[in-house]
Every structure is written in C-alpha cells, then in structure tokens.
C-alpha cells in the first residue's frame, strides 16, 4: 500500500498567477480533505472532497476551488494568488467520513508567492 | 464553531524528563480528539485519537493522553521523552457527525535536549 504523495514538492509563484497543487491518495481512499499551514501555525481545513463532490468547506474564498478523480487524485487550485497564499499545503486521505477513519496525509507541497 | 488552543509554543526538556503538552478546545457539540505529530519536512502523523470509551488513550511510543471533558483539555504526556521525539505536536478536534474535517491548534514544538 503506498501512501499519499503531492506534488510538486515545491513551488514559487508571482502574486496574481494561477497555481495547481496535486495529491495521490492511497488506493480506496474516497475521501480527501486539504489543508493550509502557514509558517509556524497549525494547517486550517480548506475543503473536503467525497467521491467526487465537495463535502465541507472551510473558512477561504472561492478563488480556492478542487476537484477529486476516480483514480484517488485530487487537485487544488487557487487562482488570483496573494502574498498571504504563502504556505504549506497539505492533502490528507481516508477510507470514508467517518472519524474513526484515520486521515493519512502527504508530505505537502511548499508554496511561495512573490 | 469548535476551536483549539495550545498553551505552549515551544516545550524545551532534557532527555528522559517527562512532558505534558497541553491542550483545550471549545465546542458546542461532542468533539473527537487526536494528537498528530510532524517531523521536520514530513507530512502530519496520527499519534493517538480518543473517539469513545476509556478518556486515558496511549500511543505505541509512549505517549497518553486523557481526555477531560469537565475542563475541555486532552493533554499529551510521556513520562520520559526520547531525543528522537524532537517534533512539532499538533492537537486536533472534529465534530461528532461532521465527518473527519480537523480543527488544528496552533502547534507545540518539543524541543528534547541531552
């Protein structure tokens, strides 16, 4: 079983670009959620993803948006980036939505804007 | 909306002192809690999880953690800390019946010395 991957691992980008973050979850893994960590913070809940549809999101503006595949991949994309968009970006998978479905999360994609 | 709070940012011991890093959260509805733990570029590591049951729940390494939910806490603790347990400590809530979407605090870096 492997485990969860994103990619690129990292990435620099000017402020007003368009970025897109990729995560692989474990296989059978329908349920993704991603996360932002800012330097020396705890990662804040973006958004969650069940087969296919967002479940939950938490408190970021539209220009943040996802997308989950059929074949365990996901995307992150935010659009119109800002300086503030500076973080660790994390993709965590597990078997379903219920908590006793441990989260497993990938390394995370470091994201710098300029 | 839930909410979690680490009281300490940095925890500085000596090897084999015992730690407990703390930690509160507020919700108006029943909470899961877990502790996760990151290494230094490394993704996020489930370390324990209370979802029901015994309030006292334990790690494969040596950690516990109790929850008290009288005084909102569930403290981590060891009672003899390892040089390899340098690490960033995360705490960790989600709501009963919201799926597994995580509420972080701020984070506890322990910093074990020899």
């Known amino acids: 079983e492997t485990g969860v991957t994103q990619s690129p691992t990292h990435l620099i980008k000017t402020r007003g670009q368009q970025v897109t973050l990729r995560c692989s979850s474990q296989?059978?893994?329908?349920?993704v959620s991603w996360y932002q960590q800012a330097l020396g913070q705890g990662p804040q809940f973006i958004f969650q993803?069940?087969?296919?549809?967002?479940?939950g999101r938490g408190n970021f503006p539209p220009r943040f948006s996802g997308l989950q595949f059929p074949n365990y991949s996901s995307e992150l994309n935010v659009n119109a980036l800002e300086l503030d968009d500076s973080a660790l970006y994390l993709c965590?998978?597990?078997?379903?939505?219920?908590?006793?479905?441990?989260?497993?999360f990938g390394p995370g994609t470091r994201l710098t804007v300029t | 909306a839930q909410s979690v709070t680490q009281l300490d940012s940095q925890v500085p011991v000596f090897e084999e002192a015992p730690v407990e890093l703390r930690c509160n959260y507020s919700?108006?509805?029943?909470?899961?809690l877990f502790w996760y733990v990151q290494y230094p570029n490394q993704g996020l590591q489930l370390l324990l999880k209370?979802?029901?049951?015994?309030?006292l729940v334990e790690s494969i390494n040596g950690f516990e953690a109790e929850f008290n939910k009288s005084q909102t806490s569930f403290h981590l603790r060891k009672p003899s800390v390892h040089i390899s347990d340098t690490a960033e400590y995360f705490c960790?809530?989600?709501?009963?019946?919201?799926?597994?979407?995580?509420?972080f605090g701020g984070g506890t870096r322990l910093m074990v010395k020899p």
């Open positions: 965590a998978s597990s078997l379903g939505l219920a908590e006793e479905y441990e989260q497993y």
């Open positions: 209370y979802l029901s049951g015994s309030t």
């Open positions: 993803y069940y087969r296919e549809e967002e479940n």
């Open positions: 960790a809530v989600s709501e009963s019946n919201a799926g597994n979407m995580l509420t």
């Open positions: 919700s108006s509805v029943s909470v899961y």
């Open positions: 296989s059978g893994h329908n349920t």
